[in-house]
């Protein structure tokens, strides 16, 4: 039942970071949100930029759902597990950048937990 519920969590993730990517091709002023005071958006070099974090927003989801698909709870949780860093290093970025605390902890180190609590789950399994 656990593993169930962490699998359909790390299915979530997956969808939101795939949502994530996907939106800053069509929306690059949501990318203020991530925290960082000062986001150029209405920069051409920053558009550039902003693409490359969105294709690997877009593959990081994908890796997800490559696993839930092979049934592999075990290697779910180790993928999720290792992912958990991408949340922290954000978190990270945006509280040296001077960002709101808003981002840091709501957005990116909620964002962490969650992945964490559902590596654990997978990984107990």
Do not use: C, E
């Not at 800053?24 to 002023?29: I, T, V």
């Amino acid at each position: 039942m656990l593993t169930t519920v962490a699998t359909v969590l790390a299915g979530l993730i997956g969808v939101g970071i795939i949502f994530v990517g996907a939106r800053a091709f069509w929306a690059p002023q949501a990318a203020v949100g991530f925290g960082i005071p000062g986001t150029p958006t209405g920069d051409r070099s920053f558009h550039a930029w902003l693409a490359v974090k969105a294709v690997r927003d877009i593959a990081s989801g994908l890796f997800i759902f490559i696993l839930v698909a092979n049934a592999s709870p075990h290697l779910l949780g180790w993928f999720m597990l290792a992912a958990t860093g991408i949340p922290v290093g954000d978190a990270l970025i945006v509280l040296r950048s001077n960002g709101p605390k808003a981002a840091v902890y709501g957005i990116h180190g909620a964002t962490a937990v969650v992945m964490l609590a559902i590596s654990v789950l997978l990984l107990v399994a």
